[in-house]
């Protein structure tokens, strides 16, 4: 059982809590926590959900995965100046949509003549499409994504079907995710809320200013691994990096 080096590693990493917080967040005191970390006590049923609770993952994590085994999936946080870019976009609704709008959107980058353009291959991001009713959800398994293609300065496609929008430079808050796909609906999940957990405890809010995408996702390969770059749009904020859109870092 992983019980308590997992509470010392929840604790690290949601801002450094002490002992002492932890108790009293749960109404206990300090050596309770203390004992639970060191294996010479165990919560009661109702504290370790209220644990979970508290550090916002799941019961048969908290007591069975080692989750400091986690850092080598996660990079740390940083806040990316992202400059302005130019993308084409399509969505699309089905049970499948990630598979089926790469799909559309690698046909139309072939019919559009954007793979004929000398250079590195064009960058492709990605992002879930939340307007779908619950009867779409619930009755037929349907769920939304998004696609789109960043364009080069000056170029135009020689075909339509797809939406070309502009974005201006922003602030995004960004980690990787080392090999995402491995375990799909943890890890990405996963990432979202840990970046979510770095804003609140850094004050850096979360924006919800219009004209620009809330978050995307990035797939790349690092040092012949696959990651994926997740990207939250945020608020201003002095630590922010310089960044182009596809750079690796």
Known sequence: M???????????????????????????????????????????????VELCDVFSCKLDALLREDMAARDT????????????FRMARYVMISPQPEDDVNAYMDAWAQRSGLLDIPGPAPVRIGWDFPYVSQEQKSRFGLRGYAAAYLLPEGFEPVCG??????????????????DP??????????????????????????????????CFEWVCTRDGVTCMDVFIHCGSTGQAVEYQLGQVE
């Open 2 to 48: 992983f019980l308590g080096t997992n509470l010392q590693y929840l604790r690290k990493t949601n801002g450094n809590m002490t002992q002492e917080r932890l108790a009293e967040r749960m109404g206990v005191s300090r050596q309770t926590v203390s004992k639970w970390e060191s294996g010479d006590g165990c919560p009661e049923l109702s504290k370790l």
């Open 73 to 84: 999936i996660y990079s740390p946080v940083r806040i990316l100046r992202v400059k302005g």
């Open 161 to 178: 079907g797809a939406e070309i929008v502009s974005q201006p430079e922003t602030n995004y808050a960004v980690m990787t995710v080392r």
């Open 181 to 214: 796909f491995a375990a799909a609906f943890d890890r990405i999940p996963q990432a979202y809320q840990r970046i979510l957990e770095y804003l609140s405890h850094s004050g850096i809010p979360k924006s919800a200013e219009s004209g620009f995408l809330p």
